[in-house]
């Protein structure tokens, strides 16, 4: 038998970082000392106190049955908890918190909740490609909404046609941004709600790298009197604690789309392990030891890269936040002539800007998730390129 794909499947490219994974694979199996910062993927090992609270965890048999699946009660009080600190907002754990298996599940799941085949969503470009998935499978159709350097990648509002903002339902934004650095400060989201609410669109804020701040603490969306009756914002563990490979994120904020979502997984997933959850929750607890030297590790290390890059003539605003630099080449080149240049003359593999989006043409994406020695490397690597 033949077996047939459906439409759907068919219509997605291969996820980007896949892409470039294989891109790499295929460079070493040359033989060739490649340095990949083309994936953000946290290198920095998870904290040791962390790990071993997880085992003793793992060692416990009651947290080896089903878990539930919008988390379990002690994780979603520690999210509560530890909301309460950061940004000074109370979440009722029972529906205004959901644990998800990673932000990306949450991100990929909230359209089904919300959208009818014909609205609208609002998705970044350049952008972290997830926001698309779940658009395309509900049958919504996409409106790619600007980010341009001149107004520091924060979307120009009064530019979205009228006809799109008429039909739009879900609007995702993600600050501090990936791909490109940028920060949103709490007047900008004083904006961005005064939108939303005046027309009737729903706010998913990705706070995936809330944690990773060069200058003031980055402020939550949620911050923002009234921001509650539209929005939701999701968080992960993946770069805050450096637990990517332990898939634990959620999302807060109104509580209809909280429960709607988890109604949604309800049906397709049972969250995850009640030990790695409660690991998290230790996390939470402890996020005051555990995350300003990371912080401190991924200032350093944009400080040190962006040194370089400027001092070889690369053209970019210093990155705000999160694991990434986002720059222009020292010659104009479109973004995967300039990946493949830099892979062919230095064994470097970065992430061509083009990939996040149309905007993202002629930019290229460098993240700072390998380790110091080398990022040191590779700046060096980078500095002897002659790009004439
Ligand atoms: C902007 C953004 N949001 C969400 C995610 C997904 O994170 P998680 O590991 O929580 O699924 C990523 C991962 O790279 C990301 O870059």
Redesign the pocket.
């Known amino acids: 038998m033949k077996i047939e794909l459906s439409d759907k499947l068919k219509s997605f490219k291969p996820f980007l970082f896949e892409e470039l994974y294989r891109k790499e694979r295929a460079e070493r199996a040359k033989g060739k000392d490649i340095i990949s910062l083309a994936v953000?993927d946290p290198d920095i090992p998870t904290d040791r106190r962390i790990v071993s609270d997880a085992a003793k965890e793992l060692k416990n048999g009651r947290n080896h049955r089903y878990p539930n699946t919008k988390g379990n009660e002690n994780l979603r009080k520690e999210i509560s908890a530890w909301h309460k600190r950061r940004h000074g907002l109370a979440f009722h754990p029972n529906d205004e918190v959901s644990v998800l298996i990673?932000?990306?599940?949450g991100?990929a799941h909230l359209p089904f909740t919300v959208m009818n085949p014909g609205d609208y969503c609002l998705v970044p470009d350049p952008t972290?490609p997830?926001y698309r998935t779940g658009v395309v499978l509900s049958g919504g159709r996409i409106h790619d909404v600007a980010l341009e350097e001149k107004n520091g990648f924060l979307p120009d509002l009064g530019k979205i046609p009228r006809k799109v903002v008429a039909r739009t339902k879900l609007f995702f934004l993600?600050y501090p941004n990936?791909p490109t650095g940028a920060g949103a400060t709490l007047d900008f989201y004083r904006d961005l709600v005064k939108w939303a609410r005046k027309n009737s669109v729903i706010i998913a804020q990705?706070a995936?790298?809330c944690e990773i701040y060069f200058g003031k603490p980055a402020p939550s969306l949620l911050e923002v009197p009234g921001a509650r009756d539209v929005a939701v914002e999701?968080y992960?563990s993946?770069k805050t604690y450096c637990m990517?490979g332990w898939?634990v994120?959620w999302v807060v904020g109104n509580s209809k789309l909280v429960c709607a979502l988890n109604q949604l997984k309800e049906n397709i997933d049972s969250g995850p392990f009640n030990a790695i959850q409660n690991a998290v929750a230790y996390a939470l607890k402890n996020h005051e030891k555990i995350v300003p030297p990371i912080r401190a590790h991924f200032k350093r290390r944009a400080d040190s890269f962006c040194a370089a890059l400027h001092e070889s003539g690369w053209k970019f605003p210093d990155p705000k936040g999160s694991c990434f630099v986002w720059a222009r080449p020292p010659a104009k080149r479109d973004s995967l002539d300039a990946i493949m240049f830099m892979l062919e003359k230095a064994s470097i593999l970065a992430a061509p800007g083009s990939g996040f989006g149309r905007c993202g043409e002629g930019y290229v994406r460098f993240s700072l998730t390998e380790p110091d020695a080398k990022l040191a490397e590779a700046a060096r690597r980078i500095k002897a390129l002659n790009w004439q």
């Open positions: 953000g990673g932000s990306k599940e991100i972290y997830t993600n990936n990705d995936a790298y999701f992960s993946s990517a898939r994120g």
